[in-house]
């Protein structure tokens, strides 16, 4: 059993990982950015949910004062998982590469120097398969920008001694998520139309997000057996074309949902992205409830169209 600080905990991601650490038999402590208060809607959901299987601490954002008292007084901390990342605009072609870095990086030397004193003894942080495409450029700036951010924190953590672990997300998907793919289909499937796929031909690692948190739960327990591990952790769910992802989602649906659910794949012929984005380490061929996890993830968008948050944008 790890003790385990994770930053981010709110995000999607973030809240099935403090879960999947949870039901690992971890104990986690979720320092949170903001006021109990500020958070509304499905974060709200999420705030909920993490108050059920962590120790959630407001107003205390990475790096700040109250996170450096908290690495003090926290209790036995053993893994430092930083999930959280400041990416305003983070799709925009013109995101300033430089900034992004200084804002992620800003503060975490002493982090960290206050994390190993606290006898914490590895770091993870959250990368995505877009800092490295398949020709060893990043796919965009943000990219770029995530991909400079952990070389920085590997640095950081390693000068100090302490293990270090970059998990690698691509395309996560379940309940709790929001503005994805997924949540443009049902936007059209519950207003009766066919969901629009642009981009069909890319081949993506879309991965349920409760196989993401046990390749999480998996990386800490690694770290606790090597306190000098250093490596990329690349969990992968199912690789094929978004427009085959699509065509399998709409069949999950339809059976659950009792009505059709047609997909309209439109002819791709730009590829300003790689071809191919995927991780390499399998996590399908592993026991789990693939059945419940289509039940959950249906469900869930069938209260989100009832509570009429559906319209939000995809």
Not at 225 to 253: H, I, M, W
């Amino acid at each position: 059993m790890a003790r385990v600080l994770l930053t981010g905990a709110t995000s999607f991601t973030g809240v099935w990982i403090a879960q999947g650490l949870a039901e690992a038999g971890h104990q986690v402590v979720a320092p949170l950015k903001r006021a109990e208060a500020d958070y509304e809607g499905l974060r709200r959901d999420r705030v909920e949910r993490l108050k059920g299987v962590a120790e959630v601490v407001f107003e205390t954002p990475f790096g700040s004062p109250a996170f450096l008292d908290l690495l003090k007084t926290a209790g036995p901390l053993d893994i430092l998982a930083h999930h959280a990342a400041d990416i305003p605009g983070y799709r925009n072609a013109d995101y300033d590469v430089a900034a992004g870095v200084t804002r992620n990086l800003t503060g975490a030397g002493l982090v960290f120097e206050a994390a190993a004193a606290a006898g914490v003894t590895g770091v993870i942080a959250t990368g995505t398969g877009f800092e490295d495409a398949a020709d060893g450029l990043a796919v965009s700036p943000y990219g770029l920008s995530k991909r400079l951010t952990n070389d920085g924190f590997r640095h950081l953590a390693l000068w100090r001694g302490l293990a270090f672990g970059r998990f690698m997300i691509n395309g996560p998907f379940g309940p709790l998520e929001e503005g994805r793919l997924v949540w443009s289909l049902f936007q059209a499937w519950f207003a009766g139309k066919a969901g629009i796929v642009r981009t069909p031909a890319y081949v993506r690692d879309n991965i349920p997000v409760v196989l993401l948190a046990r390749a999480y739960a998996g990386l800490v327990d690694e770290m606790r057996a090597n306190p000098k591990l250093d490596r990329v952790c690349r969990p992968a769910g199912y690789v094929s074309t978004q427009g085959e992802f699509a065509l399998r989602v709409a069949r999950e649906a339809s059976a659950r949902l009792g009505r059709d659910c047609p997909v309209d794949c439109l002819e791709q012929t730009a590829f300003p992205e790689p071809r191919i984005v995927a991780n390499d380490e399998p996590t399908l061929d592993r026991a789990w409830d693939e059945a419940g996890f289509w039940d959950a993830y249906v469900d869930y968008y069938r209260e989100v169209e009832r509570r009429g948050l559906l319209g939000a944008p995809a």
